[in-house]
């Protein structure tokens, strides 16, 4: 019996609404060391899966169960040997899975609506799951870093491999970007300014409360429908001129000075502090920008990319000291992603493009330079943009010679998985677990589990 990728049920526990037990009677299906499961956990989380529309191959009862005792085994071994997660590693995973969330559902809205939650009481019930799975993840490292790959395993592994079931390597392409931004006049600057100031003056003399301007003004859809409230947030998961600001607030009854990040202008007001973590509510303004403004960006781009056409510098070299990029200026115009917080990958299959970015590479050759286009960045700047297409790889069978490190992490991924495997069934012998009646007639993953 398969079980479901651990990866998916990572994901299924971190968008779960997590049980509340206050004031009800919770039923205990598994004990793990000392460690409780609960049936409201095994219930929620087939709750969402259903919802999401994943198909358990097997009774869910029995595979949610035996996923969190596995789990289990990983954060008590963790505790022995001192492995923690930082702070730090819990504000970077947060903030990650929020973004995918929202990517996923369209809106922090949605978030709210899927799990019953308002997001400050939603981000915070993610920290102790994201804990608990950043140190399952440095656990499986600790366990699998010794495990290496040689190049002999690698031809074995093809050669024993049914034609059939040898990896199809999607497209891949590899871009590069230089982006600009348009102008935005002074006078745009300094209206959004004058608005911020007048709400400060109304929010300040009693005319009205911070959290209906929110309502009314915030250009943060995300917050503005909560008044504008952020929710308890540690000074890595807002950016450093928001949380300058934002952690220095000492009066809950004053407005913040005009704050500028890479979203716009700020004013903000505390709410709370508990420790190292602040609540504050905030209102975003951006300036809007003018036509003319992204038509003479379009312009320059345009002269830019003729420049490098006729060899008058590189494109690497304009995105060094041309482009308005931060993400991707250091690293001469080349474009990543970020599979997960501690990795970062170039190569991009197209659907995992912004959607612009793919329209402009999809039929252009390698070494080719797009014509000008507008886009929207992550942090909801419209910018102009031209981008190179370095490299493509047509999909295609995985080879020896041409796919050697995809291949090389395939076997890898096997071996690791037998070193996990391995470790798992060990613990399993030196563990206490007990299954209560009802939720032991499994065909488990691991039969090794010891039922008293």
């Known amino acids: 019996m398969k079980r479901i990728y651990w990866s998916l049920f990572m994901l299924l526990m971190a968008v779960s609404s997590f049980a509340q037990r206050d004031n009800v009677i919770d039923e205990i299906v598994w004990i793990v060391g000392d460690e409780a499961i609960f049936k409201s956990e095994v219930e929620e989380l087939r709750k969402n899966a259903q919802i999401q529309g994943v198909h358990w191959d097997g009774d869910p009862y029995c595979l949610i169960p035996e996923e969190l005792a596995i789990q289990k085994l990983f954060i008590n071994q963790a505790v022995t040997d001192s492995v923690e997660a930082t702070p730090q590693e819990v504000a970077e995973q947060v903030n990650y899975t929020m973004q995918a969330l929202v990517d996923q559902y369209g809106s922090l809205e949605k978030i709210e609506e899927y799990s019953g939650m308002?997001?400050?009481?939603?981000?915070?019930?993610?920290?102790?799951?994201?804990?608990?799975?950043?140190?399952?993840?440095?656990?499986?490292?600790?366990?699998?870093?010794?495990?290496?790959?040689?190049?002999?395993?690698?031809?074995?592994?093809?050669?024993?491999?049914?034609?059939?079931?040898?990896?199809?390597?999607?497209?891949?392409?590899?871009?590069?970007?230089?982006?600009?931004?348009?102008?935005?006049?002074?006078?745009?600057?300094?209206?959004?300014?004058?608005?911020?100031?007048?709400?400060?003056?109304?929010?300040?003399?009693?005319?009205?409360?911070?959290?209906?301007?929110?309502?009314?003004?915030?250009e943060d859809a995300g917050t503005a429908i909560h008044g504008g409230e952020l929710g308890f947030v540690g000074r890595a998961e807002v950016v450093p001129e928001f949380a300058a600001v934002a952690f220095?607030?000492?009066?809950?009854?004053?407005?913040?000075?005009?704050?500028?990040?890479?979203?716009?202008?700020?004013?903000?007001?505390?709410?709370?502090?508990?420790?190292?973590?602040?609540?504050?509510?905030?209102?975003?303004?951006?300036?809007?920008?003018?036509?003319?403004?992204?038509?003479?960006?379009?312009?320059?781009?345009?002269?830019?990319?003729?420049?490098?056409?006729?060899?008058?510098?590189?494109?690497?070299?304009?995105?060094?000291?041309?482009?308005?990029?931060?993400?991707?200026?250091?690293?001469?115009?080349?474009?990543?992603?970020?599979?997960?917080?501690?990795?970062?990958?170039?190569?991009?299959?197209?659907q995992q493009l912004p959607q612009e970015v793919a329209r402009a590479v999809d039929r252009m050759h390698v070494g080719e330079i797009s014509d000008p286009f507008t886009m929207v960045t992550g942090s909801g700047k419209?910018?102009?943009?031209?981008?190179?297409?370095?490299?493509?790889?047509?999909?295609?069978?995985?080879?020896v010679n041409e796919d050697f490190q995809t291949l090389s992490e395939l076997v890898r991924e096997q071996k690791c998985e037998k070193a996990v495997q391995k470790w798992i069934e060990e613990r399993q012998k030196t563990t206490y677990v007990k299954i209560f009646e009802g939720w032991n007639e499994c065909e488990f993953h691991y039969p090794g589990w010891v039922l008293k």
């Open 382 to 399: 419209q910018v102009c943009a031209i981008v190179k297409l370095k490299s493509r790889v047509n999909g295609h069978k995985a080879t």
């Open 118 to 218: 308002k997001i400050s009481d939603y981000r915070a019930t993610l920290e102790e799951s994201m804990r608990n799975q950043i140190i399952t993840k440095k656990m499986k490292n600790k366990i699998t870093e010794n495990v290496t790959v040689t190049p002999a395993e690698v031809r074995r592994y093809v050669k024993e491999m049914d034609v059939e079931d040898i990896p199809f390597v999607n497209e891949q392409v590899e871009v590069e970007i230089i982006t600009r931004e348009p102008e935005i006049p002074q006078e745009e600057i300094d209206a959004v300014k004058a608005d911020l100031r007048n709400y400060t003056e109304r929010i300040q003399s009693g005319a009205t409360t911070f959290s209906t301007l929110a309502i009314l003004y915030s």
């Open 248 to 350: 220095n607030l000492t009066d809950p009854g004053k407005v913040s000075k005009i704050v500028e990040s890479e979203y716009g202008y700020h004013i903000m007001q505390l709410i709370e502090k508990r420790g190292d973590r602040v609540n504050v509510r905030h209102i975003l303004r951006k300036p809007k920008v003018p036509e003319e403004a992204v038509r003479k960006g379009l312009l320059e781009l345009d002269s830019i990319a003729d420049d490098i056409r006729n060899e008058k510098f590189t494109f690497e070299e304009a995105a060094m000291h041309l482009s308005a990029d931060k993400a991707t200026r250091n690293n001469n115009g080349l474009m990543s992603y970020q599979p997960d917080p501690y990795t970062s990958i170039s190569k991009f299959e197209m």
